[in-house]
């Protein structure tokens, strides 16, 4: 674990004395120290397993990441809980014409002891929160008009509700 830096909002990989070939470090951090402050959403550690491949100049890291986190339905307003996945892999090199193939690929001085990796854990996790957060996939949501959950209960607004564009054509023809 000596190649792997947990600190207050920073998890780092030490680089400067790494062997060469591959590493992995398991770790599980307090959702606050990597920059995730919503407490009451994450409220449970993140489980981070970084693997990081050395082959002379580059580093070739995976993060795979697992949390949990307290959502509310965007249907029925109830509070759900869902598990949130993510995988990230990223290279760093130090060596400039690598380093124009492809966007993923970010600079390492030569020099430089550490690589962080704080804030690419903190941005897989927020991108793995779906944009429509269901409690379940079917979920019947509220009554727009008296209010009641319809996963537990049934109202009988939707009978009798009358359609306000009849509404104003009735006035019409009055
Ligand atoms: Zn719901
Ligand atoms: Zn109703």
Sequence with gaps: M??????????????????????????????????????????????????????????????????????????????????????YRVVYTSDSEFLELDEDIR??????SEIDITEDIRESVLLAIPIK???????KGLCPRCGANLNVESCTCAEDMIDPRWEALKKLLR
């Design 133 to 139: 957060l269901l409690c379940k996939q079917d979920c």
């Design 2 to 87: 000596t190649n792997f830096v947990c600190g207050v909002k920073a998890m780092k990989i030490r680089i400067s004395q790494m062997e060469e070939g591959h590493h992995t470090f398991v770790e599980s951090e307090n959702p606050q120290a990597i920059g995730l402050d919503d407490t009451n959403r994450f409220s449970r550690d993140v489980n981070i397993r970084v693997e990081v491949d050395k082959r002379g100049r580059n580093f070739y890291i995976r993060e795979i990441i697992h949390t949990r986190a307290r959502f509310e339905c965007d249907r029925c307003l109830e509070p759900f809980v869902r598990d949130l996945d993510a995988e």
């Design 107 to 112: 600079y390492v001085a030569p020099d430089q």
